[in-house]
């Protein structure tokens, strides 16, 4: 059994850095940026990596459904977050901002899933 309980802690705390950066009123655009692609980064680095032969057998393909919902999800955020900043610009940010805290508390649900998953 993977020791993963660290990893999702971290995973959880970027999400969460993330929405609270979305939540400033006065945010920095690039800032929220570079929070997008640490999420990305840290999924595709710690969790997207771990295969199917690495869990148990039985949980095999939930895990890989898992995987690929949140490999969606993590995608769409980044390419929300682009439309955000341009939605700064347009005046449109609120709609973009409960877009993306709708699909950040998402993406935390299913990381939660996944830690059961491993650890029930």
Same mark, same amino acid.
Do not use: H
């Given at each position: 059994m993977?020791? %993963? /309980?660290?990893?999702? $802690?971290?995973? &959880? $705390? *970027? @999400?969460?850095?993330?929405?609270?950066?979305?939540?400033?009123?006065?945010? !920095? /655009? $690039?800032?929220?940026?570079?929070?997008?692609?640490?999420?990305?980064?840290?999924?595709?680095? =710690?969790?997207?990596? @771990? %295969?199917? &032969?690495?869990?148990?057998?039985? @949980?095999?393909? +939930?895990? #890989?459904?898992?995987?690929? +919902?949140?490999? $969606?999800l *993590?995608?769409? @955020? *980044? %390419?929300?977050?682009?439309?955000?900043?341009?939605?700064? #610009?347009?005046?449109s940010?609120?709609?973009? /901002?409960? #877009?993306?805290?709708? !699909?950040? =508390? =998402?993406? #935390?649900?299913? %990381?939660?899933?996944?830690h =059961?998953?491993l650890?029930?």
């Open positions: 993977l020791s %993963t /309980t660290p990893v999702f $802690r971290q995973f &959880d $705390r *970027v @999400i969460q850095s993330l929405q609270d950066y979305l939540e400033q009123e006065d945010v !920095n /655009t $690039r800032q929220v940026f570079l929070q997008g692609e640490k999420l990305k980064n840290f999924f595709q680095q =710690k969790l997207l990596c @771990i %295969t199917e &032969d690495q869990v148990e057998e039985a @949980i095999a393909y +939930e895990w #890989r459904s898992y995987q690929t +919902e949140m490999n $969606r *993590v995608k769409l @955020i *980044v %390419t929300d977050l682009a439309f955000w900043q341009s939605a700064r #610009r347009a005046g940010q609120p709609k973009q /901002t409960a #877009r993306l805290q709708t !699909n950040l =508390k =998402k993406l #935390r649900e299913f %990381t939660q899933a996944m =059961k998953l650890n029930p």
